[in-house]
């Protein structure tokens, strides 16, 4: 949470010498901030559940729709305040704190330092500043200060000091800041997929063709009608088809003048605002992460998706494509099973795999490489390779067993990283991407 920070600053500059000067000025105030930019204005992800009475404030950057929240207020009996210290309930986002907020570059000291001293009487300043220091710290709890280069020096000096950036409310939100105290501040999110209703409409993937369809349809009363779908669902539990609606028919939305409604404005303000310009497989993974669900799930949607369009551009900050195989038609010729593919240095091949059928190991690499196997996996494939394994389970194993557990392990690993190792593999002619 915010507190008080006492802010100690010179007219030295970042070489000046405090005790050299004998025109030196101390300004002295104090700012509410966080050393920690986390903490400055924390927003719980709980669920927040409407209670007739309370009064909310949207602070700034929050982007839910306040048309649609009429129909909550009116529901629950709720209402909207404009002053904050009226409101017992806050709403805030991401970039609350970026609006409200300066960020400047200071030295962290302990305030135990200046105590000491000013005790000790080692700071060469003028007794009007030597008093103004003394009654600031009188009733200062904080165990830091923010100080500048030659003060710091001057009070520290031998200690160690790194520059930091310090969080503090701005000027303008001063009054803001103190309302914020000891208060819960709700993420957007929690009330977004209130908006809509009960009954809205999740867009799973019967609904993502269905839309899809609509939009590739050449009647414009299509695009508004799908338009119209996609701003009134809910937006979080419909966020990765939703997502890919934007990347496959940003032109169509651009076009319509829908794009204008204040109900697509919202979401599209939801989403991060350049949705419509910037769609990319990237853009789409950063607003998964930003909206907390950058997970197996929704990335498999993408990539079941995507896929081809990662293929066709190659690695991306998110994602990298991993084997390569030969046209079909070449791979005939060839008359075998062949694939190229760049693996962990560490990862031991699976041996004797004649028996086990080329889908097979297609569905246990994809698992497999996605997950980039760790050391149990590594274990359990050179008892394999060594013939170590039948006789360390005590009985006799089928390879599709071993193809179970080897999809079983992998879903349990956290990826490592590839040391870009190639190696030539005779496993499937497919072509696998994650």
Known sequence: MTEQILHITTNLGFWG?????????????????????????????????????????????VTVPRVKFKDIALEYGIRTVRNPNDADIFFGNKSTTDKITDSRW????????????????TLDLDEFYIDKLKTALEFYTNEFIATDHPFALAIAEGTENSQMRVQTISDDYTELGKALEGKIIYEESTIIDKLNGQDASVIDVVMFEQLSTMFNSS???????????????KYSASLPYMLLLFKDFSVQMYNSSTKNHVNFKS???????????SNNIDELCYILKDKGQFVSENLDIFLNHSHQDILDRGDTRYFKVKTITLDEEELANLNTNYTFATVHKDYV????????????????????ERNELKSELIELEEDLAEGTLEESKGHEISEEVII????????????????????????????DWF
Request: with cysteine; glycine share 4%.
């Open 17 to 61: 010498v405090l005790n050299a000067h004998s025109d030196v000025v101390i300004s002295v105030d104090s700012r509410v901030g966080s050393f920690n930019k986390d903490l400055i204005l924390p927003l719980s992800t709980d669920e927040y559940v409407p209670t007739k009475g309370d009064k909310v404030y949207f602070l700034p950057g």
């Open 106 to 121: 200071i030295y962290q000291v302990k305030t135990q330092y200046l105590t000491d001293a000013l005790e000790s009487n």
């Open 219 to 233: 009647d414009n009363d299509n695009h508004v009608l799908a338009m119209e779908i996609l701003a009134n669902c």
């Open 267 to 277: 979401l599209v303000n939801w989403l991060g605002g350049n949705i419509l310009h």
């Open 349 to 368: 091949p699976v041996k004797n795999e004649e028996e086990v059928s080329d889908e097979d190991i297609a569905d246990a690499f994809t698992m497999m």
């Open 404 to 431: 179970e557990e080897v999809i079983e392990t992998s879903l349990e690993l956290e990826p490592v990283s590839n040391n870009n190792q190639i190696t030539q593999t005779n496993e499937s002619t497919d072509f």
